[in-house]
Each structure stands twice: as structure tokens, then as C-alpha cells.
């Protein structure tokens, strides 16, 4: 049984950072893309970054671009997300999610198979 677990999150000033981490288990998922997909109160849930475990190669949505690098863990099937210069329009849930990689790095919502629970994000102005 697949199993995708969210740790972070929580309630951070504008301009301050936050660490999201996340493992999956119960697969061998070397040739996975791991990715974060967020969800603010009222609006439909969008990309905001993926990584593939085996190669590194990253992708992020315009908006986090240069805020908010993303890495994985290929060994331990994890996935970090650093994110730095937060701002108020950043406050949502963070679901880490997972997707087979033979189809490259995927930005939309549907294109992902596993999926966490999401810990809250909230940023204070």
C-alpha cells in the first residue's frame, strides 16, 4: 500500500521561511517524480513544484520560481520543500504528491497518482 506523508507546515510572518518534507513508501519509487501541489481557501488546487528522484531535474509554477527550491532524496524516497520569502498569497494546504516519471515532469493537478494529506500553511502579513 502506497503511502505519501507531509511533515512542515504551519504559521510563519511574511518574509520568513518554512521546510516541508515528505517520504513515500511502499514502492520502489527511483523512477517517480515527487512533486507539491497547493490549495488555498476558495481556489482549485495548483502546481507549485517537482523534482524527479533519479535525475534531479526540477520544475516549478512562476510564482515560487526562485523562492522556494525544491530537492529530493532518491534513497529515501523523500522530498523537501524549502520555502523562503513567504508571502501572504502563499498561505494554503501543501499536499505532497507522486507521479510516474516516464511521462516527464508533470504540472497539472491530474497527472498525480499519490498523494498526502497536506499540512496548513498559513502566512501572516
Known amino acids: 500500500q502506497v503511502q505519501v506523508v507531509e511533515s512542515g507546515g504551519g504559521l510563519v510572518q511574511a518574509g520568513g521561511s518554512l521546510r516541508l518534507s515528505c517520504a513515500a513508501s511502499?514502492?520502489?519509487?527511483?523512477?517517480?517524480?515527487m512533486g507539491w501541489l497547493r490549495q488555498a481557501p476558495g481556489k482549485e488546487r495548483e502546481f507549485v513544484a517537482a523534482t524527479a528522484l533519479s535525475s534531479g531535474a526540477t520544475l516549478f509554477s512562476n510564482p515560487v520560481k526562485g523562492r522556494f527550491p525544491i530537492s529530493g532524496d532518491n534513497a529515501k524516497n523523500a522530498v523537501f520543500l524549502q520555502m523562503n520569502s513567504l508571502e501572504p498569497e502563499d498561505t494554503a494546504v501543501y499536499y505532497c504528491?507522486?507521479?510516474?516519471?516516464?511521462?516527464?515532469?508533470?504540472?497539472?493537478?491530474?497527472?498525480?497518482?499519490?498523494w498526502g494529506r497536506g499540512p496548513q500553511v498559513t502566512v501572516s502579513s
Open positions: 504528491a507522486a507521479r510516474y516519471g516516464y511521462y516527464g515532469l508533470g504540472s497539472k493537478v491530474h497527472e498525480y497518482d499519490y
Open positions: 511502499g514502492r520502489t519509487f527511483s523512477d517517480y517524480v
